[in-house]
């Protein structure tokens, strides 16, 4: 159980009882109706009166999320590093051998701010990388830039093999390609924005969606090189079996 729905479920149950005690002191739907059930179950009353404080003041239900959140956590994190490991088998299947710390895994959530105050950005939450310190730049693109982006855009999985685009060196070749390809084919990047991302040419994206199906955030995959052997292999697989726990715990356990 999410945060949110606990939150939820202690609302709802604290708005029924008030509405029964609302009811009940104006007769609604009759006091015929309520002297009845009083008379049946002289006791009601009392324990309305004792949910309403219980549920107003304790929220037992966000209560017992809150406290089972950390041994949640820690299992979360313990499947997050299973996963991530089997990514590093395979990584370390790719010719030449990837750099240590090269392979990154990435969770990213849907946030409003103040400059996409309705569609919001997608914020990377969490990124693990076999490195002391998983330094990544700073990237926060909308829906429909970078690959990311346009794993939103679509709602779907995204595999983006960039080494394609290595032959761009210039500005002016980045625009004379993007113009002939569409924008699609540079991930409606702009040059200052592929120039910030350009080195990672290997990209694996899954959507995480909530029980509607609607895009939420998602999961990211990427390395230096090493396309074919990475998509060849359950990286994900693997990725979307991750995405599913998020969808349940909305993101309160990464």
Same mark, same amino acid.
């Given at each position: 159980?999410?945060?949110?729905? @606990?939150?939820?479920?202690?609302?709802?149950?604290?708005?029924?009882?008030?509405?029964?005690?609302?009811?009940?002191?104006?007769?609604?739907?009759?006091?015929?109706?309520?002297?009845?059930?009083?008379?049946?179950?002289?006791?009601?009353?009392?324990?309305?009166?004792?949910?309403?404080?219980?549920?107003?003041?304790?929220?037992? *239900?966000?209560?017992?999320?809150?406290?089972?959140?950390?041994?949640?956590?820690?299992?979360?994190?313990?499947?997050?590093?299973?996963? *991530?490991?089997?990514?590093?088998?395979?990584?370390?299947?790719?010719?030449?051998?990837?750099?240590?710390?090269?392979?990154?895994?990435?969770?990213?959530?849907?946030?409003?701010?103040?400059?996409?105050?309705?569609?919001?950005?997608?914020?990377?939450?969490?990124?693990?990388?076999?490195?002391?310190?998983?330094?990544?730049?700073?990237?926060?693109?909308?829906?429909?830039?970078?690959?990311?982006?346009?794993?939103?855009?679509?709602?779907?999985?995204?595999?983006?093999?960039?080494?394609?685009?290595?032959?761009?060196?210039?500005?002016?070749?980045?625009?004379?390609?993007?113009?002939?390809?569409?924008?699609?084919?540079?991930?409606?990047?702009?040059?200052?924005? *592929?120039?910030?991302?350009?080195?990672?040419?290997?990209?694996?994206?899954?959507?995480?969606?909530?029980?509607?199906?609607?895009?939420?955030?998602?999961?990211?995959?990427?390395?230096?090189?090493?396309?074919?052997?990475?998509?060849?292999?359950?990286?994900?697989?693997?990725?979307? @079996?991750?995405?599913?726990?998020?969808?349940?715990?909305? *993101?309160?356990?990464?």
């Amino acid at each position: 159980m999410g945060r949110r729905t @606990a939150k939820a479920y202690d609302k709802l149950i604290l708005m029924a009882a008030g509405i029964a005690l609302a009811g009940k002191a104006n007769g609604v739907p009759s006091t015929q109706f309520w002297n009845s059930i009083v008379t049946a179950q002289p006791y009601v009353p009392l324990g309305l009166l004792v949910v309403v404080g219980l549920f107003g003041a304790l929220s037992p *239900f966000e209560w017992w999320q809150a406290r089972s959140l950390p041994d949640q956590k820690t299992t979360m994190r313990r499947r997050i590093l299973t996963s *991530f490991g089997r990514m590093l088998e395979v990584g370390g299947q790719v010719e030449p051998p990837l750099r240590t710390g090269d392979l990154a895994l990435h969770f990213w959530k849907v946030q409003r701010t103040w400059r996409h105050p309705v569609s919001g950005v997608l914020r990377r939450l969490s990124t693990y990388r076999m490195s002391s310190s998983p330094q990544t730049r700073a990237f926060a693109p909308p829906k429909g830039v970078g690959a990311v982006g346009l794993c939103w855009l679509h709602n779907r999985e995204v595999k983006i093999d960039a080494a394609g685009l290595d032959a761009i060196t210039t500005q002016a070749e980045f625009d004379t390609y993007r113009a002939e390809h569409g924008a699609e084919a540079v991930m409606n990047l702009d040059w200052a924005e *592929f120039e910030l991302v350009r080195h990672r040419k290997a990209l694996f994206v899954v959507p995480i969606r909530n029980s509607q199906s609607r895009f939420i955030g998602c999961i990211s995959l990427d390395a230096e090189r090493g396309f074919s052997t990475l998509d060849e292999s359950d990286v994900v697989e693997e990725m979307n @079996a991750l995405s599913m726990s998020m969808s349940r715990d909305e *993101f309160d356990l990464v």
